[in-house]
């Protein structure tokens, strides 16, 4: 399935990176030769290199000397890359209800992030999809541990493929990861600063539907179901005057804002909160006080390796399906022995992989999981720090999300007095029709710019591939979105 190849190299500081590659040329579920280059692989960072993170990495199919390099990060925290992989940005998808070597066959997506970028896919933070750790006191992250243990990754990843080290470097991700994307960009910039080696070409960054204001994404969720008249402008206005526009901090002790978010969560009970046009497959919806911003209580049960439900082709489904029943054909390939195997996972270090730890992901009004610590509560202020560098962003929001939705994004956007410049809730196009709206913003040498995806849910390019995909070609290649 490939070679194995352990390198031992000199950093700056002089102490010993281990690393180790596998170039995968076949994979379970394909039929032939991958049309594209994948590498797999552990590169062990944190002290004494306890915490071994693994990565899926894949050349750009367009210009790889020439084009971006970025890392993606999936939310949770603790949800493993795979998901970004076959249903998001990545080069593969599954063919659901159709098996080949005993797992989910496997065809090509026309729309992978990895025809323009050379893109890692990354198992952070540890003991997440096949990462692990070599000591019992390195289980336990944290958002600031695990924004320093992925920059470090980052500067032992262009170190270990040199080749990379002047191609343009964006951290991206969705979801929670957009608490620690800024704190990563921030951290390689101030270390390009100090002169770390190996200096990288850090560009910027950018991230989907992204957690940065815990308080006030919670928040908005409110006003975004006012909005799109979930909930009436009376008891809108109701709420926001009892509970003084604070929800996500409401005082137990105030009980006609109590009485007030239990009627807004009521009306939203049979709401999915991730896509309001989806089936609701799960227990009541709550949107503050007892909701879970990141996941649903009741997942469990979706995030393991379930028997599979034959599905035909996406295009054929009706609007009963349940999008979560998609997720077990990932469990059912990951957990395979030959895949494992393809992949060149250290035998015995993971036991199950799982599409999400839940000892990690975020509970929001929890300070804690038993193996990470939500120690950032907004990440606003290195938004501000990086607005002050010569950085690009984008900041793009499925409209239909009401996890973190857009207003609350464009609220702490507006905060850190950026000027609007050319677009100002411009429509963009795909194939001649409209697929959001878009405005761009700049302070000095930093350019940032939001955009909403029409129709799509949390995980936008889940729900509008060719859209987002052509939204970040443009991206990339500085032309307007």
């Given at each position: 399935?490939?070679?194995?190849?352990?390198?031992?190299?000199?950093?700056?500081?002089?102490?010993?990176?281990?690393?180790?590659?596998?170039?995968?040329?076949?994979?379970?579920?394909?039929?032939?030769?991958?049309?594209?280059?994948?590498?797999?692989?552990?590169?062990?960072?944190?002290?004494?290199?306890?915490?071994?993170?693994?990565?899926?990495?894949v050349e750009s199919e367009g210009n790889p000397e020439e084009d971006p390099l970025i890392i993606w990060l999936a939310g949770g925290p603790g949800c493993g890359t795979l998901?970004?992989?076959?249903?998001?940005?990545?080069?593969?998808?599954?063919?659901?209800?159709?098996?080949?070597?005993?797992?989910?066959?496997?065809?090509?997506?026309?729309?992978?992030?990895?025809?323009?970028?050379?893109?890692?896919?990354?198992?952070?933070?540890?003991?997440?999809?096949?990462?692990?750790?070599?000591?019992?006191?390195?289980?336990?992250?944290?958002?600031?541990?695990?924004?320093?243990?992925?920059?470090?990754?980052?500067?032992?990843?262009?170190?270990?493929?040199?080749?990379?080290?002047?191609?343009?470097?964006?951290?991206?991700?969705?979801?929670?990861?957009?608490?620690?994307?800024?704190?990563?960009?921030?951290?390689?910039?101030?270390?390009?600063?100090?002169?770390?080696?190996?200096?990288?070409?850090?560009?910027?960054?950018?991230?989907?539907?992204?957690?940065?204001?815990?308080?006030?994404?919670?928040?908005?969720?409110?006003?975004?179901?006012?909005?799109?008249?979930?909930?009436?402008?009376?008891?809108?206005?109701?709420?926001?005057?009892?509970?003084?526009?604070?929800?996500?901090?409401?005082?137990?002790?105030?009980?006609?804002?109590?009485?007030?978010?239990?009627?807004?969560?009521?009306?939203?009970?049979?709401?999915?909160?991730?896509?309001?046009?989806?089936?609701?497959?799960?227990?009541?919806?709550?949107?503050?006080?007892?909701?879970?911003?990141?996941?649903?209580?009741?997942?469990?049960?979706?995030?393991?390796?379930?028997?599979?439900?034959?599905?035909?082709?996406?295009?054929?489904?009706?609007?009963?399906?349940?999008?979560?029943?998609?997720?077990?054909?990932?469990?059912?390939?990951?957990?395979?022995?030959?895949?494992?195997?393809?992949?060149?996972?250290?035998?015995?270090?993971?036991?199950?992989?799982?599409?999400?730890?839940?000892?990690?992901?975020?509970?929001?009004?929890?300070?804690?999981?038993?193996?990470?610590?939500?120690?950032?509560?907004?990440?606003?202020?290195?938004?501000?720090?990086?607005?002050?560098?010569?950085?690009?962003?984008?900041?793009?929001?499925?409209?239909?999300?009401?996890?973190?939705?857009?207003?609350?994004?464009?609220?702490?956007?507006?905060?850190?007095?950026?000027?609007?410049?050319?677009?100002?809730?411009?429509?963009?196009?795909?194939?001649?029709q409209s697929s959001g709206y878009k405005t761009s913003y700049a302070h000095d040498n930093y350019t940032l710019v939001f955009a909403t995806v029409k129709g799509a849910g949390?995980?936008?390019?889940?729900?509008?591939?060719?859209?987002?995909?052509?939204m970040v070609k443009r991206w990339f290649a500085h032309r307007p979105i």
């Amino acid at each position: 399935m490939g070679f194995l190849l352990i390198l031992f190299l000199l950093t700056s500081s002089s102490t010993l990176i281990a690393f180790s590659q596998t170039i995968v040329k076949t994979l379970p579920g394909y039929p032939g030769p991958l049309p594209f280059k994948l590498e797999t692989g552990y590169i062990g960072v944190g002290e004494d290199e306890a915490v071994q993170l693994f990565y899926y990495f894949v050349e750009s199919e367009g210009n790889p000397e020439e084009d971006p390099l970025i890392i993606w990060l999936a939310g949770g925290p603790g949800c493993g890359t795979l998901r970004a992989f076959f249903y998001e940005i990545g080069p593969m998808q599954i063919q659901y209800g159709n098996y080949m070597d005993n797992v989910p066959a496997l065809q090509l997506d026309p729309n992978s992030w990895t025809k323009v970028a050379n893109v890692i896919y990354l198992d952070a933070p540890t003991l997440t999809g096949y990462s692990y750790t070599k000591t019992p006191e390195a289980v336990r992250s944290s958002d600031t541990l695990s924004a320093s243990q992925t920059a470090e990754f980052l500067r032992k990843f262009v170190k270990t493929h040199p080749k990379f080290l002047k191609n343009p470097m964006y951290v991206t991700g969705i979801s929670y990861s957009g608490i620690v994307i800024p704190i990563i960009t921030e951290e390689l910039y101030k270390g390009n600063d100090e002169g770390l080696e190996p200096i990288v070409n850090i560009q910027g960054y950018m991230a989907g539907n992204p957690l940065t204001d815990k308080t006030g994404d919670i928040n908005s969720r409110l006003e975004y179901a006012y909005r799109v008249a979930l909930i009436s402008e009376e008891l809108f206005e109701s709420t926001k005057r009892s509970c003084k526009g604070d929800y996500a901090e409401a005082d137990s002790n105030n009980l006609q804002c109590m009485l007030d978010i239990d009627e807004v969560n009521k009306r939203v009970g049979d709401i999915n909160i991730q896509q309001i046009l989806d089936p609701d497959c799960d227990p009541a919806t709550n949107l503050v006080r007892g909701g879970n911003p990141i996941i649903r209580r009741g997942n469990r049960k979706s995030l393991q390796a379930n028997p599979i439900k034959m599905f035909p082709e996406r295009s054929s489904l009706t609007d009963s399906f349940c999008r979560g029943d998609y997720y077990n054909y990932a469990t059912l390939w990951a957990n395979d022995e030959n895949v494992m195997r393809a992949l060149n996972v250290r035998e015995g270090t993971v036991k199950e992989w799982l599409l999400c730890n839940l000892d990690m992901k975020y509970n929001y009004g929890k300070p804690s999981m038993p193996s990470y610590e939500f120690n950032i509560q907004s990440s606003i202020v290195y938004h501000e720090k990086l607005s002050k560098r010569n950085c690009r962003a984008l900041i793009f929001s499925g409209d239909h999300d009401m996890m973190v939705p857009h207003v609350g994004t464009r609220n702490w956007i507006s905060s850190i007095n950026l000027t609007i410049t050319e677009s100002n809730w411009d429509a963009w196009y795909t194939n001649g029709q409209s697929s959001g709206y878009k405005t761009s913003y700049a302070h000095d040498n930093y350019t940032l710019v939001f955009a909403t995806v029409k129709g799509a849910g949390h995980t936008a390019p889940e729900f509008k591939p060719a859209e987002c995909f052509e939204m970040v070609k443009r991206w990339f290649a500085h032309r307007p979105i």
